[in-house]
């Protein structure tokens, strides 16, 4: 996410050397004891008849969706669908700050997983849920999290996650008076860049330009931000919907240089649930439901900027 600007201090980069842990990583280790998947909906018990876990791709595959009504749904409230997210809550994403309205890309995802699933908006709950604490293990007071979360291995350990709902592609962000300097992934490697801490933008900085100069790490995307205002980092790397919205609405004279796919698997977003969440093949029917009638692609095209005008940086 790419919250408003503050002037809050940056910091440097503690984290640069790869034994430090990531946005992409796990900060915790695995429990000794997590909950079993559950084989279907409808089963409410801690187990699962082949021994996977509900985040493994067998389980996710083999695993199909019982009666995913919500009457036979494992909530955290019966009858409720309890949703978690940061807050603030910043556009594109959400809208006004407001996840509960229905506006802005994820907002309307997880109203539309919702109506999948057999609720009313009126039937939804909305709690706060901090980014970076949202993926170490252990229970949850959510039945899923929406949050521009990428799907990585490491979260996979602590936590289970959708099918995903998303991909995204990263993107440099520079002042116009700047944009020259940075229109190849060579040019990067020469300028100070900077990212939120914990981001897979953070780590498509290091595995994927390996700049000269260690990147800087912010706390949060304000300081990101105001950090490329005061000419502390040359550029600055934020998925590209996000990078979207800063350039059109919140740095003047901003602008996006290029994009680039991280290497390896494409990133995608996923819905995550506490590990072991019997939920997990219902989301995946839902998101595959909306995904196939359309109504993903809907969404997208009226919440998320159109990338085709954006230069791929090589």
């Not at 915790?28 to 409808?42: D, E, F, Q, T, Y």
């Not at 008849?49 to 509900?54: E, N, Q, R």
């Not at 993107?171 to 300028?191: C, F, Q, R, Y």
């Amino acid at each position: 996410m790419m919250p408003g600007l503050d002037a809050r201090i940056t910091r440097a980069d503690p984290q640069y050397d790869a034994s430090m842990s990531l946005r992409c990583t796990a900060l915790i280790a695995v429990p000794a004891l997590v909950l079993a998947a559950l084989a279907g909906c409808s089963e409410k018990t801690g187990s699962a008849t082949d021994g996977t876990s509900a985040g493994s791709p067998d389980a996710s595959s083999s695993g199909a969706a019982g009666s995913c009504t919500p009457a036979d749904l494992p909530l955290k409230k019966a009858g409720r669908l309890t949703v978690a997210t940061d807050s603030p809550a910043y556009d594109p994403w959400f809208s006004d700050d407001d996840p509960s309205n229905g506006k802005g890309f994820e907002s309307a995802v997880a109203y539309a997983v919702a109506k999948q699933l057999g609720f009313s908006k009126d039937q939804v709950d909305w709690v706060k849920q901090s980014f970076n604490t949202s993926y170490t293990p252990g229970e949850k007071s959510f039945d899923f999290d929406i949050n521009q979360i990428s799907i990585t291995p490491e979260r996979a350990k602590q936590v289970d996650f959708s099918t995903g709902y998303y991909t995204a592609a990263q993107a440099v962000i520079t002042l116009k008076k700047d944009a020259a300097k940075a229109t190849s992934l060579e040019d990067l490697k020469g300028l100070k860049l900077g990212a939120q801490t914990a981001t897979t933008s953070l780590t498509a900085i290091r595995d994927d330009v390996k700049p000269r100069q260690q990147p800087l790490v912010f706390d949060n995307t304000n300081q990101a931000k105001q950090a490329l205002l005061n000419g502390q980092v040359d550029a600055i790397v934020a998925d590209l919907p996000t990078a979207f919205y800063v350039t059109a609405a919140e740095i003047s004279g901003s602008t996006i240089t290029g994009q680039f796919a991280a290497s390896g698997a494409p990133e995608e977003f996923g819905m995550l649930m506490q590990k072991g969440s019997g939920l997990k093949p219902c989301l995946d029917q839902a998101v595959k439901s909306l995904e196939d009638d359309g109504t993903l692609a809907a969404i997208e095209k009226k919440w998320l900027s159109d990338v085709v005008d954006v230069p791929v940086l090589k």
